[in-house]
């Protein structure tokens, strides 16, 4: 299966051109959306070997990655693999997702979890995770661990038969739910979760703001689930 990775982005200089350069070190294409930064994170995407599409104003996470999908899919490629650009995800875990798919073919995507060691998350994000995961695994009728980590496998032949509409963190939950209605299967892998410093400890989700999106995602599937 020919694989790609696609890393949406929004002021992560600091992180980038590492994460760039370690994917390409495992022969794979890398695609960074750069969502509107206003740092030097195209340039330095860009200088380390990146495929860049640009946002001229922070459109979303949501809209990035749905931004990425369709410019991918006009491609030759069978799988993505989506990881955060702030450097969180170990780029050796991609190999994981690789041979997890390979190995059963029923599976539409793979989510990594994080889950299973979370000393160093913090105590807001571990409570978000909790409930956004519990409430998804409902509408998905089957269980997914860390609905909210952006470290994901996604089959091209899943994102060509489901519309995604969101354009902020929701979108994590909106592909698997699209994906369960499909009848695919929904796998999750433990992976690493690396904190470079203080300061990329906290995730960019509010949880006020995007809990409060979250809400209004599922009560609009509710909606469509009854009519």
Known sequence: MKTCVLIPSYNEEKTIGNIVKDVHSLGFDVFVVDDGSTDDTEK?????????LR?????????A?????????????????????DGQHSVKDIEKFITAVQNNTEIGVIVGN??????????????????MSFITSIFCRQEVSDTQCGFKLVK???????????????????????ASRLGYKILSIPIETIYLDS??????ISP?????????FMFKEIWISIF
């Open 156 to 178: 091209r032949v899943v994102l060509e038969n489901i519309k995604l509409l969101t354009s902020n963190f929701e979108i994590e939950s909106e592909i698997l739910i699209r």
């Open 114 to 131: 994080r889950m299973l060691n979370t000393k160093d998350m913090p105590y807001t994000r571990i409570l978000t995770n909790i409930f």
């Open 208 to 216: 006020i703001i995007d809990t409060f999106r979250f809400i209004k």
């Open 55 to 63: 946002h001229k104003k922070n459109e979303g996470k949501g809209f």
């Open 199 to 204: 300061s990329l400890r906290y995730s960019k």
């Open 44 to 52: 330095i995407a860009n200088e380390a070997g990146a495929f860049l």
């Open 65 to 85: 990655l749905r931004n990425g999908f369709n410019y991918i899919l006009n491609l030759d490629y069978d799988v993505i693999i989506t990881m955060d650009g």
